[in-house]
């Protein structure tokens, strides 16, 4: 399909999806026929359809500005992302092997405070053997002693996880970040399939890509697996949301409603006589024994239960009395900031005598000294970012900077080196979106989830694509996983 659809494309080197003279990639030759019965009209009108389907059902993301909270519709373009089956093994294998290494890690991170009074050295067994200093985890500011307590034992602290990856210029992947709090995005996969199967279903003719519902049965069983080992019947579930006030409010809802489970509030808890909790569904209390906890850690002190009590000490004293367990575990990000990122290839080699299956860009923790004499002098060359718990938000690409830019960024780095990690860039492959009523080239991430199940994780599959379609938030491509 030289022509037509795709004429004018600026196909750079390397696209996805299109070859430098102007075809359609091998991978996506099965789309080729839909694509040219289409056209450029017809394609204009089905993104016109998608944007009526979805504000019909409300797909937003929120963001806060100023102190106000806004909704924004998340736009979802025409063209499907598609991944070969191999290239979604790898994907797959990687992902189980870093959430893996991650669970490791964080069992490690936070089992320190329980080791015997008499033990002379109390550090993580990771920080004993000399593979990660100690100051990156006993005083990374992520690390939350009270979230020892927050599991129960043995529990993996990490049920639901994600890592963000690129598709690079070789043609291989990298991983560019780890979600291990309360990872968005898997409500948006599956409206992505719904919406596009709607409105063009005859793009479906030719392939049969694999059904992302099917990950609700993993996501599933892995909540039922966090009960507490005091539940002898089947687990009572619920999506824990902040409502209106979070940005993925939507994503809360369309969980709940696919999984078959309570959608609840802060206020909807009331403590039982036996230290656990109840729910109030349909004006009814009945007990609960897992919370799929869709919170940042930092708003649990914020919201009060039905007896005004700040909710994270409600919470906290149900997995104590053995009564609840939490998916997510608070106390998370001591694993997936940007400054533990760099070590997660060590991790893997510690925990699981295994090398990395994903690459990951070489990055540098400034609070190291022997790092920060590396990376000074070249900032004009790396991506800066600061790390949680600085409030640090968003990243800086030292080669899109100017001199005076550049001059601020080294002081601010001089000043407080422990704020801050630097990265090498990576060279990204982009993929063709429909943008102004035309295709043009854009870089894309895709969101992989896995779950703690069975003793090891899954991958599930439903990844999610990010691209940016001009709008406030990044809008969606729906991810085909072929066979």
Known sequence: MSGGLLAGYPAPTP???????GRLSPDYAVLEPALAELGTAGLGAAARSLTELRGARGVALGSWTDGRHERHPVPLDPLPRLLPAAQWRLLAAGVEQRHRALLAFLADAYRAAGRRRGDVDRAPEIVRAGALPEWAVVHNPARDPGA????????????LA??????????GWAVTADQLRAPTGLGFALEDRLALRAALP????????ADPGAALALLRRALDEAAPPACTGPPEVAVLSAAETDASS??????????GVPLVRAADLWPRADGGLEIVVDGRRRPVDVLYRRFDDGGLGAYRTSLGQALDVQLTEAVRAGRLGLVNVPGNGVADDAATFAWVPAMIGFYLGEQPLLASPRTWVLADPAALAEVRGRLEQLVVEEVAGYGGQGAVDGRTCGAAALERLAAAVDAAPHRFVAREPVEETTLPALVGGALHPRTARLRVFSVAIGGGTRALPAPWTQVDLGGPVPGGKDTWLLP
């Open 202 to 209: 005859g793009l479906f003719a030719g392939s049969a890509p």
């Open 148 to 159: 020892i307590s927050q599991a129960w034992p043995g529990q993996p602290r990490a049920g």
């Open 250 to 259: 939507y994503e809360h809802a369309v969980l709940a409603e696919a999984l």
């Open 162 to 171: 994600a890592a963000d990856l690129v598709r690079t210029a070789d043609g």
């Open 15 to 21: 696209d996805e999806a299109v070859t430098p003279d």
